[in-house]
């Protein structure tokens, strides 16, 4: 039997590709601080200036609008505090960081049951804001890979005078992202996402905006976050937005629509054998390694700890509560019962998943399937 272990939780990190791991492994082997103005830090300094311009170019942004932090997270903080404006809008759907950024006076943006944002309700609740506001949506959930309509909701924002924050953690290296077409002020991408290391990760700022730091105490990144930078993560980010830049836009390089097509046969073979399952965000535009789904009945726990004793990774709806499994605000505010909500997998795939992946994730899934559901009746 085969037990090569199978990876199907992208969305919460990506392996780290072999051009970021070379970039980063020679860049441990430098010493300076890229705030010195010798030779070495010069040299430090360098490999994070080439860094910002390829992650500027991976989104179709300035590199002096670019500004590193340590995880997208604190770029997402960053972003909501840091705009200086007191009424936030943001999605129901956001990832926590963003939500807990926002604060408790901030305003949810309701979405339908396909997960994607009213567009009508943002209208009303802008036209009633007390003064500008800051409206934040993602570009793609990191849940069920619902595409969001940024670039709609940006033009709704600059017709009020709100400020817009795009987090495009997920979508960044996947689909093009262009921050300037977008129209919008703010956008967050992250290292880990795209194939490069943990611990890097940028806030893109409009010169529009006067960001105030969420960290002081020093000049770096033109003074919107202080710290000495971690040049050899921010080293293999560069490496990774280049080849992620390199791929999204040359349909030769790009392994999407690939992947795509196994997230298909996924979703058709987890539908023929199971009539009842839901699968969220179906009606949606979505990304392309992204499905998520609930067969009712089973316990969306049990099912990642019986896949993970089968050698295959995915998660419970999403990855990012230090291994909690909890309720999904996500599927909650697309209408989704706390039953059904309970049962949801995600299956997020990557470059490196085959066909064969694929069939033995449905045929392993299968048989645990079977047993659960057969168990109640059994006792």
């Avoid at 990876?7 to 791991?21: F, G, I, Q, S």
């Avoid at 179906?282 to 700890?305: C, H, I, K, Q, Y």
Wanted: proline share 6%; glycine share 10%.
């Amino acid at each position: 039997m085969d037990r090569r272990p199978i990876y199907l939780d992208h969305n919460a990190t990506a392996p780290l590709r072999r051009e970021a791991k070379e970039v980063l492994v020679a860049a441990l082997a430098e010493t300076g601080n890229p705030s010195s103005v010798h030779g070495f830090g010069r040299r430090a300094r360098r490999l994070v200036e080439d860094a910002r311009e390829a992650v500027a170019r991976l989104v179709n942004a300035r590199p002096a609008d670019v500004v590193f932090t340590a995880s997208g997270s604190e770029a997402n903080n960053l972003a909501l505090r840091g705009a200086g404006r007191e009424t936030v809008f943001v999605s129901a759907i956001e990832h926590p960081s963003v939500l807990w950024a926002a604060g408790a006076g901030a305003r949810l943006i309701p979405v339908g049951r396909s997960g994607v944002v009213d567009l009508a309700a943002l209208e009303a609740m802008l036209a009633g804001a007390a003064g500008p506001a800051l409206v934040s949506v993602m570009l793609a959930n990191n849940e069920t890979g619902v595409l969001q309509p940024v670039a709609a909701v940006a033009a709704l924002a600059r017709a009020h005078g709100a400020l817009v924050h795009a987090d495009a953690v997920q979508a960044a290296g996947r689909i093009p992202v262009d921050f300037a077409a977008l129209g919008v002020d703010l956008m967050t991408v992250s290292a880990h996402k795209l194939g490069g290391p943990l611990g890097a990760a940028a806030l893109v700022v409009s010169e529009r905006v006067a960001l105030v730091p969420g960290i002081a105490g020093g000049g770096q990144e033109r003074g919107r976050r202080a710290g000495t930078e971690n040049v050899p993560a921010i080293a293999g980010f560069g490496a990774a937005a280049r080849a992620a830049a390199a791929e999204v836009a040359d349909p030769a390089l790009s392994p999407w629509p690939r992947v795509a097509a196994l997230r298909q046969r996924i979703e058709h073979g987890l539908g023929r054998a199971h009539p009842d399952l839901v699968v969220f965000g179906r009606e949606a535009e979505r990304l392309p390694n992204t499905l998520s789904f609930a067969l009712p009945g089973l316990s969306a726990e049990t099912a990642v700890m019986a896949l993970d004793l089968a050698g295959i990774a995915v998660s419970a709806g999403a990855a990012c509560s230090s291994g909690k499994v909890s309720p999904s605000h996500v599927l909650a505010a697309m209408g989704a019962g706390p039953e059904l909500a309970g049962a949801a997998i995600r299956v997020s795939l990557g470059p490196g998943n085959d066909e064969a992946d694929v069939g033995r994730f449905l045929a392993t899934w299968g048989a645990f399937a079977e047993r659960a559901l057969a168990r109640p009746s059994a006792a």
